[in-house]
């Protein structure tokens, strides 16, 4: 999309999607950055009923870094097998809290390149704790925004770190706070992976692969 197009794409979404809810947590509802991020590192590659699953058990074990580096990692990977990779996660948890604790004074960096330095923290991880957990104004790219920003021609990106940076450089100021919500609730409601609801979609006149499907010769 050229830049009045996505301005008006993100006018659109704003009208019809929900935003940003005053009770917004950090991932998976945790009440604390280092919850949240520990939950982001859980969530790789599971699906949310078991990442839930796994995230009761662990802090129902230890809710802090001193507290979680004293469990063996066996016992944090029995309490997380659930989410799936327990034995590498269980590893990143400790190596996580070990650099928590020996260069961020406890703390939970509160930037893209202090969580991104921490064990087990890609993009993706980053981006979801500054938005949730510091209430920044980010936009992260899970599978919903990755498939709703490429499909419709928001952006152009092959991966979901290359969306993110796309969407850092070209998303008006104004709809950086709420894009992310609004676009999760567009991809669940409107932009469906299998059967999208093109004919009453909002973006429909915008939507680069819409306007594909509709001058396919078998259309």
Partial sequence: MSAPERAEAFRRLREHMP???RDAKGPKDQPDPFRSV????????SRDVNTAAAVRALFALATTPDAMLRLPQEEIARAI????LYNMKARSIH?????????HGRVVPRTREGLMSLPGIGRKCAD???SFAFDQDVIAVDTHVFRVCNRTGITRER???RTAEALERTVPDWARHDGHFWLIQFGKSVCLSRRPRCET???????RW??????????
């Fill in 210 to 219: 819409y306007a594909a499907v509709r001058e396919a010769p078998d259309a």
């Fill in 38 to 45: 520990v939950s982001c590192l859980l969530s790789a590659q």
């Fill in 81 to 84: 097998k659930p989410c799936g």
């Fill in 128 to 130: 979801i704790v500054m």
């Fill in 19 to 21: 935003g940003r809810t």
């Fill in 201 to 207: 979609c909002f973006l429909a006149d915008l939507c």
């Fill in 95 to 103: 190596r996580l809290c070990a650099a928590l604790i020996a260069e």
């Fill in 159 to 161: 991966t979901a770190d």
